[in-house]
């Protein structure tokens, strides 16, 4: 959305720097946009949170399960820990990295669409499945 592209060329990764070239990017991308955490936040009800909870397949193997807890959003991907809150920034918006709900016709939250500060957003359908805390082996 914000036009910027960033491109680290490297040819030897085995040299172990000591940022690795898609951190640099972030950094780099967040030194040019600003920080994430200047949204303002909005309230979103106990009722309405409720609405986003479930579990979300990812693009090949894995899930990211939304659960809530003191009236707050939390995220968690398969195999990983579970973040700190989501902020709302809007009624389906939240800010961690940058989050977003989608609702379908009959008004039900059918995705979660993950949106990078640099790269292609990823849609996550919502799918009535368990959701595994540790990744499949």
Avoid: W
Avoid at 22 to 45: E, Y
């Amino acid at each position: 959305d914000a036009g910027l592209y960033v491109a680290i060329l490297c040819n030897n990764e085995a040299a172990a720097p000591l940022v690795g070239t898609g951190a640099l990017a972030f950094r780099i991308a967040n030194a040019v946009l600003g920080d994430q955490s200047d949204a303002k936040s909005v309230t979103v009800g106990p009722d309405k949170l409720k609405d986003f909870v479930g579990v979300y397949r990812l693009k090949g193997k894995g899930k990211r399960a939304v659960t809530i807890g003191d009236g707050k959003l939390f995220v968690q991907r398969t195999g990983g820990p579970k973040s700190p809150s989501l902020v709302p920034i809007a009624e389906n918006e939240f800010v961690l990295k940058d989050f977003r709900f989608t609702r379908g016709h009959d008004g039900h939250v059918d995705a979660l669409v993950v949106k990078p500060r640099v790269g292609v957003d990823e849609v996550c359908p919502r799918v009535d499945e368990p959701f595994e805390e540790a990744a499949p082996r």
